[in-house]
C-alpha cells in the first residue's frame, strides 16, 4: 500500500515596507502630509483587513533610522498584523533583509515584500522572498475590500427572520395566529 502524502500548506507571510507604502498611495500621501500618525493607523487598518481576508501573516516595517535614541519597537496589532518601527540608525530596507534571511524553513512560506524601491525589490528576490509592487498591493487591498463587501451584502440577503409560524402548516398555522393574538394581549 502506499503512503499517502499531504502536501503541507506554505505559511503566507507578507512584510510591507509602511512609508514606501505611504509615500506610494495617493490617500495616505496626502493624509501623512496633514497628520503621518494618520495615515500608518490607516495603512494598517488596511492590512489587517486584507491580510485576515488573504491568510496573511503580516508586518508592517516603520523606518526610525533618523529617530534619537530610539531602541526599536515592535506591535501584535491583531491575530494576522504586527507593527515594527526600526531602531535608530536601521532603515526599513536593512530591517526586512535581516528579517528574511533569518527565516527558517523558506521552502514552506509564501514570502513576498511589499515596496516600490527597485533596490530593495532586487535584493528580496535574491534572498528569496517574491515582491509586490506598491500599486499591485494597492489594486490587491481594493479587491479584497470589494470581495468583502459583495460577500457581506449577499450574506445580509440570505438572513430572514425564521420563525416557528413560518414553518406550519395552512391548518396549525390558524391555532399559531391565535395563539400569537393571546399572548400580545396578555400583556
Known amino acids: 500500500m502506499a503512503a499517502k502524502f499531504k502536501k503541507k500548506k506554505k505559511k503566507k507571510i507578507l512584510i510591507v515596507d509602511g512609508y514606501n507604502i505611504i509615500n ?9 502630509k496633514i497628520n503621518l ?21 503580516t508586518t508592517i516595517v516603520f523606518d526610525a533610522y533618523n529617530v534619537k535614541n530610539s531602541a526599536g519597537y515592535e506591535e501584535k496589532r491583531s491575530d494576522s498584523v504586527q507593527i515594527v518601527f526600526t531602531k535608530e540608525h536601521q532603515t ?11 527565516l527558517p524553513n523558506k521552502e514552506f512560506i509564501d514570502l513576498k515584500v511589499a ?24 489594486l490587491d487591498v481594493m479587491k479584497s475590500k470589494e470581495k468583502i463587501g ?19 402548516s395552512h391548518e396549525n398555522r390558524e391555532v ?9 394581549n396578555k400583556k
Do not use: C, P
Request: hydrophobic share 30%; net charge negative.
Open 24 to 32: 506610494a498611495w495617493d490617500d495616505l500621501n496626502e493624509l501623512s
Open 37 to 57: 500618525e494618520s495615515s500608518r493607523e490607516k495603512l494598517v487598518d488596511y492590512m489587517i483587513e486584507f491580510s485576515k481576508y488573504m491568510g496573511y501573516k
Open 92 to 102: 526599513a530596507d536593512s530591517y526586512i533583509e535581516k528579517y528574511i534571511a533569518e
Open 115 to 138: 515596496t516600490s524601491d527597485y533596490a530593495e525589490q532586487q535584493i528580496v528576490l535574491g534572498k528569496g522572498a517574491a515582491r509586490i509592487s506598491a500599486r499591485e498591493l494597492q
Open 150 to 168: 459583495e460577500k457581506n451584502s449577499s450574506h445580509k440577503k440570505t438572513i430572514q427572520r425564521n420563525t416557528i409560524g413560518d414553518r406550519l
Open 176 to 184: 399559531w395566529d391565535k395563539l400569537e393574538r393571546m399572548r400580545i
